[in-house]
């Protein structure tokens, strides 16, 4: 079946623009997670969701980091005013539920690039 | 700037050989482990999980070990083949969500065939 997706695979940006970044997870898949990851790092948590609300947002970076999850499938992760540090690979995963034997599933990444 | 790898640990083995790759955690806290493969310009491809209730877990051609008295976890795979290069990260959750992982550093495994 069709893994986690993620539009686009590659976002130039000027700074001090807003940005917005989608990811469609895995059909049936409840849990939905961003992460950010950086040249030569691991990926860092940003948010999760179960459902369409956010339970826990404790890694966005600041409030000029935002996403929703309106109908519980499609989230989108937003960026206001774009600064040259928010350069990074940004990655979703999915997984089924939260707890017991369901890993993370994660999509190819959108690649930030702000100039 | 910086470039990919040039701080990542290597491993360089060749083609049907063993490897082992090494992780240390550092959270007593964490229960819930796994390790990622990440080629480049995809995102991270599940291999394989391990619980803290657990010291060994195999799969197909893929080993997991925990070591909880020293906080380490190691990934084995068998017959190592060219496919196999990537980036490999180790990951750990605590209980309350076990999809709000800490990734390690990475290692990346060349396979020379």
């Known amino acids: 079946g069709a893994g986690v997706s993620q539009t686009p695979s590659n976002k130039v940006t000027e700074k001090g623009k807003y940005v917005e970044l989608r990811c469609d997870p895995i059909?049936?898949?409840?849990?939905l997670y961003w992460y950010r990851q950086s040249l030569g790092q691991g990926p860092e948590f940003l948010i999760y969701?179960?459902?369409?609300?956010?339970?826990?947002d404790s890694g966005l970076p600041n409030d000029r980091f935002f996403a929703v999850r309106p109908e519980g499938s499609v989230s989108t992760l937003k960026i206001q005013r774009t600064e040259r540090g928010d350069s990074a690979v940004y990655l979703c995963?999915?997984?089924?539920?939260?707890?017991?034997?369901?890993?993370?599933?994660f999509g190819n990444g959108t690649r930030l690039t702000v100039t | 700037g910086e470039s990919v790898g040039l701080h990542l640990p290597t491993l360089s083995v060749q083609e049907g050989d063993n490897s082992i790759i090494n992780c240390a955690y550092s959270n007593s806290a964490s229960d819930y482990f796994i390790w990622y493969k990440q080629e480049s310009g995809k995102g991270p491809q599940f291999i394989i999980d391990?619980?803290?209730?657990?010291d060994k877990r195999q799969g197909q051609r893929v080993t997991v070990l925990l070591n909880k008295t020293v906080k380490h976890l190691s990934l084995q795979i068998a017959a190592t083949q060219p496919g196999d290069s990537a980036v490999y990260f180790c990951?750990?959750?605590?209980?309350?969500?076990?999809?709000?992982?800490?990734f390690g550093q990475g290692t990346i495994l060349t396979v020379h065939p």
């Open positions: 995963a999915s997984s089924s539920r939260d707890r017991n034997n369901s890993p993370l599933h």
């Open positions: 059909s049936g898949h409840t849990a």
């Open positions: 990951a750990e959750a605590a209980g309350t969500s076990y999809g709000k992982l800490t």
């Open positions: 969701f179960q459902g369409t609300g956010a339970a826990d």
């Open positions: 391990i619980r803290s209730n657990m």
